[in-house]
């Protein structure tokens, strides 16, 4: 009797397990008796084409609330444009439930990638770029993306007072650095202590700009004992009827000397003195 009993169970057991797929097969409970009515979209989404999300979504639906394939779903919705991660759910009795966290892009990365504020890259295609983003050009690998982002956002700070943005971080593959502002300045960083010679430049820029009303072109900062200045042309009268009009080739100020180490007071009257010496010499 007892053996009897178990092949009942385990017939029974087969049974409940093979009939929702044979229902499923024959169309019992398919989308015509189980149908998905309605498209809940959850997220903040500003970027996702919400009309391109339903004929994504769509096809999947039409199986029904049983039959449908989530995970086919899902697949499909995070391959759409601006989407960082998507999640696909079926809610009792008859809603499909699509969750989308958008890509939030913080910068340009090279001419056809974009970062996210998450830290991933993802690909521009016909994607429109948002006005204003800084652009990092980078010839290294994807782990300096860390280092990148750090030093913009550090430089950006060392800048602000001035009014002035970080509009283009350079990293080459020597691990050379270069920056452009946002008033057009090109500063070359180079490889070593590139915080350091920011922050001295960002220290004295203030009294050079007050000092030589041209615009600054490039500034090179990779020397221990100052900065060579490449100075824009300063601006001249209309041309007369002849258009006889030149403009002034740009001046570099000199470097001084290497001088000895000296205490951070002697420092900051050198930093002054490097400073009446380019004035000087331009």
């Not at 690998?141 to 990148?148: F, N």
């Not at 550090?154 to 050379?176: C, H």
Request: no cysteine; aromatic share 8%; hydrophobic share 50%.
């Amino acid at each position: 009797m007892s053996a009897l009993l178990r092949i009942l169970t385990w017939t029974l057991a087969l049974a409940l397990v093979a009939l929702p797929v044979v229902a499923v097969l024959n169309g019992w409970i398919g989308a015509g008796r189980w149908p998905l009515r309605t498209l809940r979209v959850g997220g903040d989404l500003q970027r996702v084409d919400a009309q391109q999300l339903r004929s994504t979504v769509l096809p999947y639906a039409r199986s029904g609330f049983f039959a449908v394939r989530l995970e086919d779903a899902q697949a499909a919705v995070a391959r759409l444009p601006w989407v960082e991660h998507a999640e696909v759910r079926k809610r009792w009795p008859d809603v499909l439930e699509v969750r989308i966290v958008e890509y939030k892009p913080f910068a340009q990365w090279g001419a056809d990638r974009l970062l996210s504020e998450q830290g991933h890259v993802f690909p521009i295609g016909r994607l429109k770029v948002p006005a204003n983003l800084p652009r990092f050009d980078v010839d290294a690998p994807a782990a300096r993306i860390r280092d990148v982002v750090a030093l913009y956002n550090e430089a950006g700070a060392m800048f602000a007072p001035e009014g002035q943005r970080v509009r283009t971080v350079t990293l080459d593959r020597r691990g050379s650095w270069s920056l452009v502002l946002s008033n057009g300045t090109e500063l070359i960083v180079g490889s070593q202590e590139a915080r350091l010679r920011l922050a001295r430049f960002a220290r004295l820029m203030p009294q050079l700009m007050a000092q030589k009303p041209l615009p600054l072109l490039r500034a090179d900062l990779r020397y221990t004992n100052g900065f060579a200045l490449s100075w824009g042309a300063e601006t001249l009268a209309p041309p007369n009827a002849a258009g006889a009009a030149s403009n002034a080739l740009p001046a570099v100020a000199q470097l001084l000397p290497p001088r000895p180490r000296a205490s951070r007071a002697a420092s900051a009257a050198g930093d002054a003195a490097r400073l009446r010496f380019a004035q000087a010499n331009t």
